[in-house]
């Protein structure tokens, strides 16, 4: 069986006991770094260039010379130059495809965020380089001190530096997996880590079904099991609820606040970051809950492509728009695709524009959110949860045949949400009837 190749990358943190000798050369080395990486992005910058073998051929020497730098270190300073102008140039044309298109208030949004030429505003901080098996490796090592060290080639030719590594039992593990293949050195916050690539082959599940995923601002997401010729059932409907989430934030907030007030910066600068550790710690969670509950699936995860620039200031949606500011819809379809890629799901992220204003069983636009969570469709009458009726039709393009809902089905719920919501509608549809018999 083919499996799936797995590429990740792991921060490990430099040992504490690297000695002051070896922490200046380490600073000297990524200084230099940088600063070829910034003599490169000018010429990019002067001259146009593609990033072409032929463009570093033309002016390696020039920067070789000026940086006095191994060869190997001028190439890898040349690929990271290279692969953030091609970021940019990406970005720039994205935006400008978006200001033909856009009018009003979100092209006066959209006009703000014109992106930037990389070191727009100077060298504020150390670029890290990605380095190959030429100039470094990450290898095991016979010391007691650190199982694992990194070799790094020096300023000095046949010099190198050897940097121990804190690996935790997750890094530990993951190393021992499979097969590492480049590393950065990465300065953040006075302190190193080494980001190291790892390679390793995981077997690939046969696709048998489709679980469709619509991510929700008051709720997690809401997920459902599409299997091929088969109708709906409750046991393929799951909503994922984000209280504790929503708690622990807001306990943070008000921590936050209180330090603010009393004028307390050592303790609040402590907790800066903790917010955001919390937050992407649900998100986790999450992700393997979905993962674990996919074997054998294709995830389809709804992306909500342009929803932050749509509900722009001004468009009498000032409640959405606050909840939209805290959600981070991109770190949880990452953190999706990351769990099930680890295990051999296949997922993918389509856009989910009219997902959720499309009815399921007839495919009519003629519909209407009665509020957050119920759904209506005014020709065949459908009574329907509105993040199940999104993830329903999210999932259903992944389908060979399309999804119809003609025959009986169990009606989903959350817990008792639905049940109550259909309770107090009227006119109630045929189906909803059915299900609640079904359901006494």
Partial sequence: MIGLQVLKTVKIPVHYALTKRKLSILDKLTAKTTYTIWLWSKLFDEHDL????????????????????????????????????????????????????????????????????????????????????RIGSVEKSRIKLSPYVARISTLQKGVKLTIPLNPAKYHFDLLQKGELKSFQIVKLDDKYFIHVKVEYEVPDQPVRAVRGIDLGVKR?????????????????????????????LN???????????????????????????????????????????????????????HIKYENYKGNDKAFLRRLLTCWSYGRIIRCIEEECTERGIPAQAPEEHWSSMICHRCGSRNTERVNQSLFHCWDCELWYNADLNAAINIGSRFLAKPLTRQGAVDSPKAGNEQAREITACEPRSPYSFRSESKSQ
Avoid at 106 to 129: D, M, Y
Avoid at 220 to 248: C, E, H, W, Y
Avoid at 276 to 294: D, G, M, Q, W
């Fill in 251 to 305: 306990r943070l907030n008000r921590r936050v606040a209180e330090l603010q007030q009393a004028r307390k910066w050592e303790p609040l600068k402590r907790i800066r970051h903790k917010r955001r550790h919390v937050a992407e710690y649900f998100n986790r969670l999450s992700a393997k809950a979905v993962a674990e509950t996919s074997n054998g699936c294709l995830v389809a995860v709804g992306y909500p492509k």
């Fill in 220 to 248: 997690s997401m809401a997920t459902v099991l599409l299997k091929p010729n088969q109708p709906l059932r409750s046991s393929n409907f799951l909503i994922l609820q984000d209280g504790l989430k929503r708690d622990s």
């Fill in 50 to 133: 593609e990033g072409s073998y032929a463009d570093r051929s033309r002016f390696y020497e020039q920067v070789k010379t000026k940086t006095g730098l191994p060869a190997a270190m001028v190439q890898c300073c040349f690929d990271t130059a290279s692969w953030m102008w091609k970021s940019y140039r990406r970005q720039l044309f994205e935006w400008r495809r978006g200001m033909m298109r856009t009018k009003g208030k979100w092209r006066e949004k959209l006009l703000k965020r014109q992106p930037q030429k990389p070191f727009s505003n100077g060298i504020r901080r150390k670029v890290p380089v990605w380095f190959d098996y």
